[in-house]
């Protein structure tokens, strides 16, 4: 959206560019922006911009005089080397969706890469990547990379029988990018579910128990409960104490004078 004569509320845009503007009069008509995923603005007019009312708004890119802006919304699909144009030392990769590379990265020329969305690229990219990519509103993911592979994107919905994910023209190496939504109609390497569905499919064999282990309990009996085992009976002793009270106590034998035979009771003891 590049018109000079912006007026009353934008929304529903996911990259508006401000770039072409130069000065704040020609912002003065706008009264508010909505749902917008970027907003570039140029350097000497952020004063202004912030001054509008704004809601929803993901980002707000102050974009320096001088630099040439190259946008993008959707998927991008380049090789690492392309960004190392030396052409892009005064300008500014913008990318709102998905950044797919192809090959490793081992250099950015660009003076900034800014991207909503997902960034894919090989591995050994990961050093060059982490010092040029300006800002990222999402994920960036490396996928295993060998030589002579081949990248297929795919952008919306995509219905993919079992012969397309088999891959039969391709190698083991290739790589599958869906930027949307997948559904996969049959399995890989066999015939399509569409095909196969027309074929009544056997019934399910019965389900198999396992014998149970001989130290098992048997159905009938129930097994208690932890903390509720029954009690054990006893027998109860003969000289255990009779309840409800204490046991009778033996009578104390008499003391018997000393030297006298046959435990008589001494002389002057009363008797019993």
């Known amino acids: 959206m590049t018109d000079r004569r912006l007026a009353g509320v934008i929304q529903d845009v996911a990259m508006l560019d401000l770039t072409p503007m130069t000065s704040a009069e020609d912002l003065a008509g706008i009264t508010r922006i909505s749902d917008v995923a970027i907003v570039l603005v140029p350097a000497p007019l952020m004063p202004a911009v912030v001054g509008i009312p ?6 707000v890119v102050p974009v320096p005089t001088g630099v040439e802006v190259r ?6 699909v380049m090789g690492g080397e392309a960004l190392a144009d030396p052409d892009a030392e005064d300008a500014a990769l913008i990318v709102t969706g998905t950044l797919i590379l192809t090959s490793p990265v081992q250099r950015v020329t660009y003076r900034q890469v800014i991207v909503i969305g997902l960034v894919l690229a090989p591995h050994g990219s990961e050093s060059a ?16 990379y060998a030589e002579g592979q081949e990248v ?19 190698g083991p190496d290739d790589i599958l990018v869906v ?10 390497g066999g015939r399509s579910s569409t095909a196969s569905s027309a074929r009544p499919s056997p019934a399910p064999p019965p389900p ?7 130290w098992a309990p048997s159905p009938g009996r ?3 409960r932890a903390g509720c085992e029954p009690a054990r009976r006893t027998r109860r002793s003969s000289r255990a104490r009779p309840r409800g009270g204490r046991g009778r ?19 002057g003891t009363p008797p019993p």
């Open 222 to 224: 129930r097994r208690p």
């Open 54 to 59: 704004m809601d929803d708004v993901a980002m």
């Open 152 to 170: 297929k994107v795919s952008t919306g919905q995509l219905r993919a029988g079992g012969e397309v994910l088999a891959n039969p023209n391709g």
């Open 249 to 267: 106590r033996r009578p104390t034998p008499a003391p018997t004078a000393p030297g006298r035979r046959g435990g008589g009771p001494a002389p």
């Open 179 to 188: 930027a949307g939504q997948l559904i996969v109609t049959g399995r890989p």
């Open 208 to 214: 198999r128990f396992p014998r149970s282990p001989p």
């Open 129 to 144: 990547l982490g010092a040029g990519l300006t800002r990222v509103t999402g994920s960036v993911d490396y996928y295993p």
């Open 71 to 76: 946008s993008h919304t959707g998927a991008l």
